[in-house]
């Protein structure tokens, strides 16, 4: 016989839990949710991501020129590989850095020692199947502009 005190009014015990069918309603629920929030990811995530590290690794190369008094670049290697270099004598700063995602316009911009883009500036494109992001370089200061 089952004590008394574990019983509610109608005669069911109060520490049943949950039902089995009860927790396949609910794991259905969940996987339906994470389905339609995958679907809803954007597309685009990555190919932002690898436009913030080029304009990063962009103001890095602009931070070498103020530091040393000039002369650095950042340059395409390929469709998806970029250095930052010095230009007296020629000398690979960071290795060759690799984009994330997608491919990238073919670009070369130095940076004099006020930080200003002494040649290369304009718009840097990275490309994948999903769209395009574009980079803005202003010559003048050596700005770095990302949607």
């Given at each position: 016989m089952i004590p008394s005190d574990i019983l509610d009014g109608s005669?069911?015990?109060?520490?049943d839990g949950f039902t089995t069918l009860e927790l396949i309603i609910?794991?259905?629920?969940?996987?339906?949710?994470?389905?339609?929030?995958?679907?809803?990811?954007?597309?685009?995530?990555?190919r932002v991501a690898a436009a913030r590290q080029l304009a990063n690794d962009i103001r890095l190369a602009q931070s070498y020129a103020m530091a040393r008094g000039g002369g650095f670049r950042i340059l395409s290697i390929d469709s998806t590989t970029y250095q930052i270099r010095r230009v007296t004598p020629e000398t690979v700063m960071t290795?060759?850095?690799t984009?994330?995602?997608?491919?990238v316009t073919g670009f070369n911009i130095q940076f004099n020692s006020l930080g200003a883009a002494t040649s290369g500036?304009?718009?840097?494109?990275?490309?994948?199947?999903?769209?395009?992001?574009?980079?803005t370089?202003?010559?003048?200061?050596?700005?770095v502009i990302v949607p």
């Open positions: 005669g069911r015990r109060l520490d609910v794991v259905m629920i969940m996987g339906i949710l994470s389905v339609t929030a995958i679907s809803l990811w954007p597309s685009g995530v990555d290795g060759t850095n984009l994330a995602k997608g491919t500036a304009g718009t840097i494109t990275i490309t994948d199947t999903d769209g395009s992001t574009d980079l370089v202003i010559a003048a200061t050596g700005a």
